[in-house]
């Protein structure tokens, strides 16, 4: 049977590879070695001009959901890897494993769970992984996405800034509603399935490091519930406001901002009990508000956490006595042209430097450390060479609690 393949515009057709046969059969010239972690199905990267791509192996109505579901994560802007392409009709059974294929971006800096391991659990990193996790499912659910799966290895990670972001990366049993409407039971499900997947996993872990069951890290999923749960209060609950306290309503977008995230919404409806009060109720749509912010006043792309840092940079750059009376779209002009590029292109060429971005965070909380040290402000030059010197130290980690 001739292979049919579907293609998103901007990336190659993928017409010479041979799809007739199992990627597991592949010799082609841009076959990539990469890490890779456990799968169910098997995987295959490419090297192409345009970037590096995932193929993924698997039966056909598995294939088709997981493209759609992607699809649909990527346009409401959820964190999940981005499909590139589906192919069919590799062979006569759709049932058949190798019957379909799936094409994804490679997330470029990202890296597997067993990266983050200490020992039998996740040591000093168990809060960003709390945080992580979380706020993963949080914006799922916000989106919309009953995931189905969520274990620790069908997830990618970053270091973002402070802490760490996760992606959903196996999305072939994710089930997607109109954003909003996710049902309380599919998000309770979504929890128990998450707390035993992340439960096993972490006793597998510890049975692969030669440890105990005792020693294993199986409250981990608990724990990511717990502050699950925390923050889709936060998001969801209706306040009750004075006709007194309208400034509440911006405090509330304010925090909600803070975490992150973007307030599409705002209903204010009186409240029956009391006319002289209203409610106050949220509609978020998306963790991207420093992202966003950043992008749009430098068109520099980040992370949601090392956005926040580096628009802190900007604003601390604009302060200063010679931008005191320039206009804040020009400021952002003068600091991407003046100060981020040609750090960037420092860092892009100093040894041992993987993620320029995050980098650059890492010079920014340097830097500032050092001026506290110091009593003045630190230029950025004077703060790299004492980053250099000191081994290109990142973010401190946070001690695992008792």
């Not at 579901?69 to 049932?95: I, Q």
């Not at 998450?194 to 069951?213: K, P, Q, R, T, Y």
């Not at 966003?292 to 006043?297: I, P, Q």
């Not at 980040?302 to 005191?324: K, V």
Request: glycine share 8%; with cysteine.
């Amino acid at each position: 049977m001739a292979a049919q393949l579907i293609i998103r515009p901007g990336h190659p057709d993928l017409l010479e590879l041979p799809w007739d046969r199992s990627i597991v059969e592949w010799e082609v010239d841009n076959l990539l070695d990469l890490p890779k972690d456990i799968s169910r199905h098997e995987v295959r990267f490419l090297s192409y001009d345009q970037g590096v791509y995932v193929v993924k192996e698997l039966p056909t109505a598995a294939a088709h959901n997981e493209y759609r579901t992607l699809r649909t994560l990527e346009a409401r802007r959820a964190p999940a890897v981005k499909s590139v392409g589906l192919v069919e009709s590799r062979v006569d059974d759709a049932g058949h494993e190798a019957s379909a294929a799936l094409i994804t971006e490679y997330e470029q800096f990202s890296f597997s769970y067993r990266q983050l391991l200490a020992g039998a659990g996740f040591g000093p990193r168990r809060n960003q992984m709390l945080d992580a996790f979380a706020g993963l499912l949080v914006e799922l659910h916000v989106a919309g996405c009953f995931w189905g799966d969520c274990s620790l290895s069908n997830v990618l990670y970053r270091f973002d800034a402070a802490g760490i972001v996760t992606l959903l990366v196996d999305a072939e049993t994710a089930q997607v509603v109109a954003a909003g409407t996710l049902s309380q039971g599919h998000r309770r499900e979504d929890l128990a399935i998450m707390i035993e997947n992340v439960g096993g996993g972490m006793a597998d872990i510890a049975a692969e490091a030669g440890a105990s069951l005792d020693e294993a890290d199986l409250e981990l999923g608990e724990d990511i519930a717990a502050r699950y749960n925390g923050l889709w209060d936060e998001l969801t609950k209706i306040e009750t406001v004075g006709a007194e306290e309208s400034f509440r309503v911006r405090d509330r977008i304010d925090r909600l901002n803070k975490l992150g995230f973007d307030v599409d919404e705002v209903d204010l409806v009186p409240n029956l009990e009391d006319t002289a009060e209203l409610r106050i109720k949220v509609k978020v749509v998306g963790r991207n508000y420093h992202s966003d912010r950043l992008r749009a006043l430098t068109g520099v792309d980040a992370l949601e956490g090392q956005a926040r840092q580096i628009l802190s940079d900007l604003h601390y750059a604009a302060a200063q006595p010679a931008q005191s009376s320039t206009g804040k779209d020009l400021a952002a002009i003068r600091w991407r042209v003046g100060v981020f590029e040609p750090m960037l292109a420092k860092l892009k060429s100093t040894e041992g430097v993987v993620d320029p971005i995050q980098a650059y965070c890492d010079l920014l909380h340097h830097r500032y450390l050092l001026s506290v040290e110091h009593g003045r402000d630190i230029g950025n030059d004077e703060a790299y060479e004492s980053w250099l010197a000191a081994g290109r130290p990142g973010y401190p980690l946070e001690e695992a609690p008792v």
